[in-house]
């Protein structure tokens, strides 16, 4: 019979369910403002990157100039002076160092290295008559550079690329032999 009858509705357990609803909605906003403050970090990186990026391009494009250069009047020196030609070359490499701690990295054509696009930046062609060496790099000119953080290119390598020329071609000495 006493079923029937309702009972007043508990205060402890009234009190209970109002808490734990808070509780879930703390839980909630909590959850939205950790949300809220690993996007505004990731941005923040994204920021303080670009603007590293932003400042120190001007000082690494720069910095490549003089390391071709100087790589380029090491070459050029004569045979006579190789102290000079190897000073050059030690103060390019300090250059290439420069570049490094700014986040870039150096990267040089290879010759006979195919060519691949985007990583290689053709400035003209040397024919060839051999089709092996066709599209393969026949002259560094400029290094390269990479973005190390991204792996990204920020200027391809120059070069001369070989162009098979079938006028051009090496004779072919297999035939004449014992066709007399």
Do not use: W
């Amino acid at each position: 019979m006493d079923e029937d009858i309702e009972q007043p509705p508990d205060p402890v357990v009234d009190r209970l369910e109002r808490v734990e609803a808070q509780l879930a909605d703390f839980h909630r906003r909590s959850a939205h403002r950790e949300s809220v403050i690993d996007r505004l970090h990731d941005e923040n990186q994204e920021f303080r990157d670009g603007l590293r990026r932003v400042l120190l391009e001007p000082v690494v494009t720069d910095l490549l100039r003089l390391y071709d250069s100087m790589l380029r009047e090491a070459i050029r020196l004569p045979a006579a002076e190789p102290v000079a030609a190897k000073l050059l070359e030690s103060y390019a490499d300090e250059v290439g160092l420069a570049i490094e701690r700014c986040g870039f990295e150096l990267f040089l054509a290879v010759a006979g290295e195919g060519f691949v696009s985007g990583r290689h930046a053709p400035t003209g062609t040397v024919p060839t008559g051999d089709p092996a060496s066709d599209n393969t790099v026949a002259e560094p000119l400029s290094a390269g550079l990479l973005e190390i953080e991204t792996g990204k290119v920020r200027r391809p390598a120059r070069a001369r690329f070989f162009r098979y020329d079938a006028i051009n071609r090496a004779p072919d000495t297999s035939d004449s032999v014992g066709s007399e």
